[in-house]
């Protein structure tokens, strides 16, 4: 769900990021409100990781992308439901696509050195 969605359904209006304390539903949209957040921390790495990996190693640098990025969906997918723990399949579904991308990073980097 997105948090604009979030925000009708819910009603929390702006300028509140989270919901207030004592709000009915302040679990629910506080759940997407955090998933969309930790999307939005994680993506820059993930993007600059995979442009740096993929001078070398196109394809898997996408493969990896492509693997964070459906663990990512399924991340807020499960985060989005007000249940904080359906969030771990798509977390470790996503670190089997950046932790790869990152160390890949480290071998591109070093290639480009020695």
């Known amino acids: 769900m997105k948090v604009i969605q979030a925000r009708k359904k819910y009603s929390v209006t702006y300028p509140d990021l989270y919901a207030p304390h ?3 539903n302040k679990k ?3 759940c997407v409100q ?8 994680n993506m820059p ?3 600059i990781q995979t442009l740096c990996c993929g001078i070398m190693y196109p394809l898997f640098a996408a493969a990896c992308c492509g693997i964070w990025s459906l663990g990512r ?3 807020v997918v499960g985060y989005s439901t007000g ?3 359906k ?3 798509g977390g470790i579904l996503a670190h089997f696509g950046d932790m790869p ?3 890949a990073t480290f071998v591109v980097a070093y290639k480009m050195i020695a």
Request: avoid cysteine; proline fraction near 3%.
């Open 22 to 24: 004592g709000h009915k």
């Open 28 to 30: 629910e949209f506080d």
């Open 34 to 41: 955090r998933a969309h957040q930790n999307m939005l921390e």
């Open 45 to 47: 790495s993930v993007a």
């Open 73 to 75: 969906i399924s991340y």
């Open 83 to 85: 249940n904080p723990s």
């Open 87 to 89: 969030r771990q399949f």
């Open 101 to 103: 991308l990152m160390i």
